[in-house]
């Protein structure tokens, strides 16, 4: 699939790519290793504000939590694209998910809010965007976000 078809898919669902997504820290937003991407964990923000906060379940619904996680998914990709020399046609595939869900003691639907990100890959890049995952609740995350997600992706040979 090309970068195109990528921007096009997502506009056909009514998202976008945000305009920027700066790391909060110290830290590269991706690297990369042969045809391997390890992509930094992404948070609930849009544009550099943070739309999601406080915990699933309590402070934010369950359906919200996973437009959280869909959001999250935009981040990530924003940045895979700037990994792939702009080009989001150069993925080969998702490899791997880490879904961080800011969670009460017993929460029990992380998978359900890891959902949000997950489909999303895979809407865009059908079998490609199949990945193992892992999903966790966790008491805390920066900004207080509901969700935060980061990704391993490989991309075609250069």
């Known amino acids: ?82 990994a792939c020399g702009g080009n989001l046609g150069r993925v080969a595939r998702c490899l791997r998910v880490g879904v961080f869900v800011n969670a009460p003691p017993g929460f029990a639907h992380s998978p359900k809010i890891a959902n949000g990100a997950s489909e999303l890959f895979i809407v865009l890049w059908g079998e490609a965007g199949r990945h193992a995952r892992t999903a966790v609740g966790v008491s805390a995350l920066p900004m207080d976000a509901s969700v935060e997600v980061d990704a391993i992706f490989e991309a075609v040979e250069d």
């Open 1 to 82: 699939m090309t970068d195109d078809r990528i921007i096009a898919a997502l506009a056909a669902r009514g998202l976008e790519l945000p305009r920027q997504c700066l790391p909060r820290g110290q830290f590269l937003p991706w690297t990369r290793s042969g045809r391997t991407l390890y992509l930094a964990g992404q948070i609930c923000e849009w544009n550099g504000e943070v739309l999601y906060r406080g915990s699933i379940g309590a402070a934010v619904s369950l359906d919200e939590g996973i437009k959280a996680a869909e959001l999250c998914a935009l981040n990530l990709i924003f940045h895979l694209r700037a």
